[in-house]
């Protein structure tokens, strides 16, 4: 059983900086596949970024060159870092693990997940990011 504990969100301005964590309970973390997600009010779940157990990274379009998801396998535990953040990244951040292979990357499928979380066996219960103008 994989539990997943989520820190790090919060109110900032725009163009600001946040950094989560994820802390993971399981005992084979560097094989996981892990990601992060989001979902505002009245908004679908977006995948937002991914990283397999070789070290390989994943961006949604839509925060590519700003975010930097990353890993620490000797801590367990999963990273975003968040700059230059817009009032459309606020949303409910969540952290999520696979037992199996990541997704392939979204330029497969247009810079989009198009059903984001398909694959993900274990969830956090989610951080909050604000951004105000």
């Known amino acids: 059983q994989v539990q997943l504990v989520e820190s790090g969100g919060g109110s900032v301005q725009a163009g600001g900086f946040l950094r989560l964590s994820c802390a993971a309970s399981?005992?084979?973390?560097?094989?996981?596949?892990m990601g992060w997600f989001r979902q505002a009010p009245g908004k679908e779940r977006e995948g937002v970024a991914e990283?397999?157990?070789?070290?390989?990274?994943s961006y949604a379009d839509s925060v590519k060159g700003r975010f930097t998801i990353s890993k620490d396998n000797a801590k367990n535990i999963l990273y975003l870092e968040m700059n230059s953040l817009k009032p459309e990244d606020s949303a409910m951040y969540y952290c999520?693990?696979?037992?199996?292979?990541?997704?392939?990357?979204?330029?497969?499928?247009?810079?989009?997940?198009?059903?984001?979380?398909?694959?993900?066996?274990?969830w956090g219960q989610g951080t909050q990011v604000t951004v105000s103008s």
């Open positions: 999520a693990a696979g037992l199996n292979i990541c997704q392939p990357p979204p330029e497969t499928y247009g810079g989009i997940w198009h059903e984001p979380g398909a694959g993900y066996d274990y």
């Open positions: 399981g005992k084979a973390f560097s094989t996981y596949c």
């Open positions: 990283i397999d157990s070789d070290g390989t990274t």
